[in-house]
């Protein structure tokens, strides 16, 4: 079972795990600073630009819902 990826692409630094379209928004996400995001994924043009500590939380909210 995957519990999250992550993959540079050329346009963008793609996660998978920390968004779903498929429930409530997250409030998180408007704190993250610039992205954009698909179903399941969120995708990052510049790490540098997006708030550390709002993204290292997605990512552990992330882990706990799989690992339930």
Do not use: N
Not at 12 to 17: C, D, K, Q, V
Not at 19 to 39: I, V, W
Request: glycine content about 8%.
């Amino acid at each position: 079972m995957v519990r999250g990826r992550v993959l540079p692409r050329k346009a963008a630094l793609t996660i998978y795990g920390v968004f779903s379209d498929y429930g409530p928004a997250d409030p998180l996400m408007e704190q993250l600073g610039p992205h954009t995001t698909g179903k399941g994924c969120l995708y990052l043009k510049r790490l540098d630009a997006v708030d550390d500590a709002v993204l290292e939380r997605l990512v552990r909210q992330a882990w706990e819902r799989a690992t339930r």
